[in-house]
């Protein structure tokens, strides 16, 4: 099964979307803290761990709390590195295009295979 996925993958033009981990943390802190839109997240407790650890709500003490969590080997996937989730970072990729600059990079995406294609 796995050798059927890279024989597919090596065939077709093959990309990953990614955003640049400074963005993740930004929009995970207004997601989580400032929003305050996961209600899961508030109801295991982090908002009040974060607090209760750091003194506060900033963001210097969310992002402590996401280094504590590294530190003691907790780490919420929201912020996990994509290289330590799953298999993401072993599957075969041709190009890797940001969410920052996504229309961009898919703009010259297209352009790369029409001239390979040709």
Known sequence: ???AVYTLLK???SFKTVRHPYSRL???YKN????QKDIGFIKKGHLNSIERRFGSL???SFVKNI?????????NPHWKP??????????PTKYLLKLETFTDDLIGLQEVNLQTNL
């Open 82 to 91: 994509y290289y330590r989730q799953c298999q993401y970072c072993r599957l």
């Open 67 to 75: 280094l504590f969590e590294f530190y003691i080997g907790e780490v």
């Open 58 to 60: 900033s963001f210097v």
């Open 26 to 28: 930004i929009s995970a």
């Open 11 to 13: 065939k077709y033009t």
């Open 1 to 3: 099964m796995i050798e």
């Open 32 to 35: 989580k803290i400032l929003d």
